[in-house]
C-alpha cells in the first residue's frame, strides 16, 4: 500500500505521541519495506525526535517505565498482535539509535558485553584439503596440481570461465555462523551464502549434464542463463531446478522444512523421492511466491509473500513479520556467532515484527528489552533469558 509522506509523517508523529493505533502501525510496519522508503523513514524520525530534545529534555526512565507498563497490562489483556506491533516500531526506532539517545546512555561494561565467536570462512578443495578464506585478502586458488581455478576478492571468491574438465571436481565452501560470502561459479551463476551455510559445486561443469550444487543453510541464487544445462540446487529432501532465474533457499537443519522464495524468472520444485526427470508432477513457482516444504509430511505449500522479507539478509538487515521468537533467537545465533539460551517457554512462541540495521549483538539485545520488556543476563559469553 503506498502512503503519501505526509500521511506517514503523520502517522509517526502519533506514534511518538503514543496516539497511533494499531492499524497505523500496521501501515507503517508495511510502508518501511518499500523500496526507498527506509531513508524517509529514517529522515522523518530523526527530524521529529531532534525538535523533540531541542524543546525539552526527556524523562528517558518515565518513558521506559510507561512503555514496559503499557506491554505488560495490554499482555495481560491477551492483546498480542496489538502490542507486538507497538513494540515493533519501537524496535526499529530503536535500532536507528535515534529514540531520545537511549542507546547513548547505556554504560556498557566488558563483564556484560558479549564478545562472539570468530571462525573462519573454509574451502575444502577436490584433494581434501582445508584452506582458510580471510575476508581482507586478495588471492589466487588453485587447484592441488598448481592450476589456477579461481580468485578471491575479500568476501567473494570467482571461479574462472575458462576452466574446463571431463569430469566433475567439487570444492566445498563452508560459511560459518557471524560471516557471510559470495561465490561465482565458472558458468557466471552468483551465489551469495548467508551464515551457517556449506555449498559444494563442480569447479567447472561437464556439458550434457545438469549444473548441480548441494545446499545446507541458507543462500540466494543469481542463476546465470543457460537453456540446455538447467541449474538444480539439492537439499535434503527437496530438489530445484531453473535455467535463469533469482531466489533464495533456506534449509537449515533446525528448520522443520525448506523455504523456497522466487524473486525472479521460474523454479520447479521436485521432491528427493521424486528425481528431475522423472517427476511427472513438479510444482511450477511463480515470481512473489514462496513454496514451503515440510520435512514431515511431504508436503508443499505454496503462499504469495514480500520477498525483501526473505532477501534482506543479503544486506547485513533482518526483517521479521510475524515470526516466532525461537526463529527470530535462532537467526541472531547465527548472524552473530553466540548462544542465546531462552528459559521462557512463553515467549518462545510468541510472534514478533521487527527490523533490526545495526552492527551489534548488544544493540540489538538491548532494544528487544526496552522494547519488548525481556530480561536477560550474559554469563560466560552465553546470553540467558529469564
Same mark, same amino acid.
Given at each position: 500500500?503506498?502512503?503519501?509522506?505526509?500521511?506517514?509523517?503523520?502517522?509517526?508523529?502519533?506514534?511518538?505521541?503514543?496516539?497511533?493505533?494499531?492499524?497505523?502501525?500496521?501501515?507503517?510496519?508495511?510502508?518501511?519495506?518499500?523500496?526507498?522508503?527506509?531513508?524517509?523513514?529514517?529522515?522523518?524520525? @530523526?527530524?521529529?525526535?531532534?525538535?523533540?530534545?531541542?524543546?525539552? @529534555?526527556?524523562?528517558?526512565?518515565?518513558?521506559?517505565?510507561?512503555?514496559?507498563?503499557?506491554?505488560?497490562?495490554?499482555?495481560?489483556?491477551?492483546?498480542?498482535?496489538?502490542?507486538?506491533?507497538?513494540?515493533?516500531?519501537?524496535?526499529?526506532?530503536?535500532?536507528?539509535?535515534?529514540?531520545?539517545?537511549?542507546?547513548?546512555?547505556?554504560?556498557?561494561?566488558?563483564?556484560?558485553?558479549?564478545?562472539?565467536?570468530?571462525?573462519?570462512?573454509?574451502?575444502?578443495?577436490?584433494?581434501?584439503?582445508?584452506?582458510?578464506? #580471510?575476508?581482507?585478502?586478495?588471492?589466487?586458488?588453485?587447484?592441488?596440481?598448481?592450476?589456477?581455478?579461481?580468485?578471491?576478492?575479500?568476501?567473494?571468491?570467482?571461479?574462472?570461465?575458462?576452466?574446463?574438465?571431463?569430469?566433475?571436481?567439487?570444492?566445498?565452501?563452508?560459511?560459518?555462523?557471524?560471516?557471510? /560470502?559470495?561465490?561465482?561459479?565458472?558458468?557466471?551463476?552468483?551465489?551469495?551464502?548467508?551464515?551457517?551455510?556449506?555449498?559444494?559445486?563442480?569447479?567447472?561443469?561437464?556439458?550434457?549434464?545438469?549444473?548441480?550444487?548441494?545446499?545446507?543453510?541458507?543462500?540466494?541464487?543469481?542463476? *546465470?542463463?543457460? *537453456?540446455?544445462?538447467?541449474?538444480?540446487?539439492? #537439499?535434503?529432501?527437496?530438489?530445484?531446478?531453473?535455467?535463469?532465474?533469482?531466489?533464495?533457499?533456506?534449509?537449515?537443519?533446525?528448520?522443520?522444512?525448506?523455504?523456497?522464495?522466487?524473486?525472479?524468472?521460474?523454479?520447479?520444485?521436485?521432491?528427493?523421492?521424486?528425481?528431475?526427470?522423472?517427476?511427472?508432477?513438479?510444482?511450477?513457482?511463480?515470481?512473489?511466491?514462496?513454496?514451503?516444504?515440510?520435512?514431515?509430511?511431504?508436503?508443499?505449500?505454496?503462499?504469495?509473500?514480500?520477498?525483501?522479507?526473505?532477501? *534482506?539478509?543479503?544486506?547485513?538487515?533482518?526483517?521479521?513479520?510475524?515470526?516466532?521468537?525461537?526463529?527470530?533467537?535462532?537467526?541472531?545465533?547465527?548472524?552473530?556467532?553466540?548462544?542465546?539460551?531462552?528459559?521462557?517457554?512463553?515467549?518462545?512462541?510468541?510472534?514478533?515484527?521487527?527490523? /533490526?540495521?545495526?552492527?551489534?549483538?548488544?544493540?540489538?539485545?538491548?532494544?528487544?528489552?526496552?522494547?519488548? *520488556?525481556?530480561?536477560?543476563?550474559?554469563?560466560?559469553?552465553?546470553?540467558?533469558?529469564?
Amino acid at each position: 500500500m503506498h502512503k503519501n509522506n505526509l500521511e506517514i509523517e503523520n502517522i509517526i508523529h502519533k506514534y511518538l505521541l503514543k496516539e497511533a493505533s494499531s492499524e497505523n502501525l500496521d501501515l507503517l510496519s508495511n510502508w518501511i519495506l518499500e523500496e526507498g522508503n527506509e531513508t524517509i523513514f529514517e529522515n522523518l524520525v @530523526k527530524s521529529h525526535l531532534e525538535i523533540t530534545m531541542a524543546m525539552n @529534555k526527556p524523562n528517558t526512565d518515565k518513558i521506559k517505565k510507561e512503555l514496559f507498563k503499557s506491554i505488560k497490562r495490554d499482555k495481560k489483556r491477551r492483546v498480542v498482535n496489538t502490542v507486538m506491533k507497538y513494540a515493533a516500531v519501537v524496535t526499529i526506532l530503536l535500532s536507528l539509535g535515534y529514540l531520545y539517545n537511549l542507546q547513548d546512555q547505556i554504560d556498557y561494561t566488558e563483564q556484560n558485553r558479549l564478545v562472539p565467536k570468530e571462525e573462519p570462512v573454509t574451502i575444502t578443495l577436490d584433494d581434501g584439503s582445508v584452506k582458510e578464506l #580471510t575476508p581482507t585478502e586478495n588471492k589466487k586458488i588453485r587447484k592441488a596440481d598448481g592450476t589456477l581455478i579461481g580468485s578471491q576478492d575479500h568476501s567473494k571468491l570467482t571461479y574462472s570461465k575458462t576452466a574446463k574438465t571431463e569430469e566433475l571436481v567439487y570444492n566445498t565452501l563452508n560459511v560459518p555462523y557471524g560471516k557471510r /560470502f559470495d561465490v561465482v561459479l565458472s558458468d557466471g551463476t552468483h551465489i551469495f551464502l548467508n551464515s551457517g551455510t556449506t555449498l559444494r559445486y563442480p569447479v567447472a561443469f561437464v556439458r550434457k549434464e545438469h549444473r548441480t550444487v548441494f545446499l545446507n543453510g541458507e543462500a540466494y541464487f543469481d542463476v *546465470a542463463k543457460d *537453456a540446455e544445462h538447467p541449474f538444480v540446487v539439492n #537439499t535434503n529432501g527437496l530438489d530445484i531446478k531453473v535455467l535463469g532465474t533469482k531466489f533464495n533457499v533456506s534449509h537449515y537443519a533446525e528448520d522443520k522444512g525448506i523455504n523456497t522464495v522466487l524473486v525472479e524468472g521460474s523454479v520447479e520444485l521436485h521432491k528427493n523421492d521424486e528425481p528431475h526427470g522423472k517427476d511427472r508432477n513438479p510444482l511450477l513457482l511463480k515470481p512473489g511466491f514462496m513454496a514451503r516444504w515440510d520435512r514431515v509430511g511431504n508436503e508443499i505449500e505454496v503462499e504469495n509473500v514480500n520477498t525483501r522479507l526473505y532477501t *534482506a539478509w543479503i544486506e547485513g538487515k533482518l526483517v521479521f513479520r510475524n515470526t516466532s521468537f525461537r526463529r527470530i533467537r535462532q537467526t541472531l545465533e547465527r548472524k552473530y556467532n553466540v548462544t542465546i539460551e531462552n528459559r521462557n517457554k512463553e515467549l518462545e512462541e510468541q510472534l514478533f515484527d521487527a527490523t /533490526f540495521d545495526i552492527e551489534t549483538i548488544d544493540k540489538v539485545l538491548e532494544s528487544f528489552s526496552k522494547s519488548f *520488556a525481556i530480561d536477560y543476563s550474559i554469563i560466560d559469553n552465553e546470553v540467558i533469558i529469564e
